[in-house]
T-cell receptor, first 112, second 117 residues
Framework: DQQVKQNSPSLSVQEGRISILNCDYTNSMFDYFLWYKKYPAEGPTFLISISSIKDKNEDGRFTVFLNKSAKHLSLHIVPSQPGDSAVYFCAASELTASKLTFGTGTRLQVTL | GAVVSQHPSRVICKSGTSVKIECRSLDFQATTMFWYRQFPKKSLMLMATSNEGSKATYEQGVEKDKFLINHASLTLSTLTVTSAHPEDSSFYIC?????????????FGSGTRLTVV
């Protein structure tokens, strides 16, 4: 039972354009969401998070949007850079719980 | 920022032997540590959660006698894969947090590629 889903396994975007990565969840108890970036053979690196009391959080080029009614969140990267090419995982948790549930990942390729 | 060191980065072992993977928080005390496993092109699957000084909590389907987790100090957790088989070959990743809630931030180690031959 995949409670966190990233339906696009891959995405290709031109340098300078916007990258939009999507994530859907089914567990209504989730109230804290995170995005991680991962390179092959490395551990994930934290990018940005959002709690369910917000619908948007911004940090530099990264913005996360949360639509609680649709159980959907998205990560916007603008402008996209070649160094952004990696696999992006969304993760969800209950704020008062400890464990993260990860999505299946989306491989982003930023082309020149 | 918070740093988590995981060692070794890759290991090859023979079937039937045991392998120990270490996860250390270098600049903070980790109340909670997590062990994940990632299959090729798959998500990170949580194996177990460990709190310092207490027994690990294993996720459903994870054999606790096969994957031994010890969190003996606030800076060190170990995962021992006992009597390894080829199907245990995978990428294992630890993460550590100074608190028990995600808002404290989770820092991941660099992972260990285990190959059982």
């Amino acid at each position: 039972d995949q409670q966190v889903k990233q339906n696009s396994p891959s995405l290709s975007v031109q340098e300078g354009r916007i990258s939009i990565l999507n994530c859907d969840y089914t567990n209504s108890m989730f109230d804290y969401f995170l995005w991680y970036k991962k390179y092959p053979a490395e551990g994930p690196t934290f990018l940005i998070s959002i709690s369910s009391i917000k619908d948007k959080n911004e940090d530099g080029r990264f913005t996360v949007f949360l639509n609680k009614s649709a159980k959907h969140l998205s990560l916007h990267i603008v402008p996209s850079q070649p160094g952004d090419s990696a696999v992006y995982f969304c993760a969800a948790s209950e704020l008062t719980a400890s464990k993260l549930t990860f999505g299946t990942g989306t491989r982003l390729q930023v082309t020149l | 920022g918070a740093v988590v060191s995981q060692h070794p980065s890759r290991v090859i072992c023979k079937s039937g032997t045991s392998v120990k993977i270490e996860c250390r928080s270098l600049d903070f005390q980790a109340t909670t540590m997590f062990w994940y496993r990632q299959f090729p092109k798959k998500s990170l699957m949580l194996m177990a959660t460990s709190n310092e000084g207490s027994k690990a909590t294993y996720e459903q389907g994870v054999e606790k006698d096969k994957f031994l987790i010890n969190h003996a100090s606030l800076t060190l957790s170990t995962l021992t894969v006992t009597s390894a088989h080829p199907e245990d070959s995978s990428f294992y990743i630890c993460s550590a947090s100074p608190g028990s809630e995600p808002s404290y931030g989770y820092t991941f180690g660099s992972g260990t590629r285990l190959t059982v031959v």
